[in-house]
């Protein structure tokens, strides 16, 4: 989380239970484990997709 700048926050409950409150951002990271794209809200189906299809494309796969 730290490594890519993931706000995340837990918060306790009653009867030891727990959430975790993150941020939305979408990363993606290819084989190795490097960040290829960053994705944040709001998301729209079509344009994710279109994204996508382009980033397989240009890195092959």
């Known amino acids: 989380m730290r490594g890519l700048g993931v706000a995340a926050a837990r918060t306790d409950m009653p009867g030891g239970n727990y959430m975790i409150d993150h941020s939305a951002t979408v990363f993606l990271l290819d084989a190795a484990g490097t960040n290829v794209a960053i994705f944040s809200p709001p998301f729209e189906r079509e344009l994710l997709a279109s994204d996508l299809r382009a980033l397989a494309s ?4």
């Open 58 to 61: 240009r890195l092959g796969t």
